[in-house]
């Protein structure tokens, strides 16, 4: 989908993210998937507020139905002359629905993606196949992605890709997020993790997407809330 975060938009959200991986690689250090930042929306107003995104939220209900939720929201840069840990091959979801979508996954190219800096390469079909795919199978049958920062892709999260190698001396960054449906677990506790304030400053859709209307009540006092006030709101799906 063409042109859907604007260049004002593209450039906050890649300070945000640029700040985000430097101080996560001061406070996280060598950890598995060292450079992705999780959690973005915490990171930065504009980051936060793609989770209000319209043309990413009618794609993503369309699949997923009005209730569906954020399951993840992270990044994915690949750096100078390197890959990241995005690069084995992988789905974002592993369950195996035949004909049911559980998880879409929504990337934003921060950068343009292109073959030199390691546009997502994925195995067209692979999302109806029980089984991973061999790496030659892959390699044989992959095709990779090609698109202008501000782009939106959209795909099913069962599909099998991974992000390609920069072959060039600059970074190529990406926000990667991942909803799934209403019934189903986060990644993280969004309504803990997150601050009040950053919560309260987002639209309904974002509300609903870090999950305050399928949240789940630790005492009586809060199952019995009055209807404005319930943490599990009804027809969540
Ligand atoms: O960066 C990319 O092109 C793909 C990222 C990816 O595969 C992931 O984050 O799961």
Redesign the pocket.
Known sequence: MPSVLNPTRISAAKAELIAAIEEDAVDYGDVFDKGMVHNCMARGATMAAVLDQPVMNAYVSAILGDSCILYAY?S?SLPPSASNY?HRI?V?SPRFIPGYVTNVGV?FPLDDFNDENGG?EYLPGSHRTPGPPTAEEFEQNMASISCRAGDMIVFNARLY????ANHTDRYRH?L?LNFCRSYMRQRFDFPRLLDPGLIESLGEDGKRLVGMNVRVPTKLEEFYLPEEERLYKPNQG
């Open positions: 992270q994915s995005g992988h974002d990337i997502t890709h991974r992000s390609g990406a990667t």
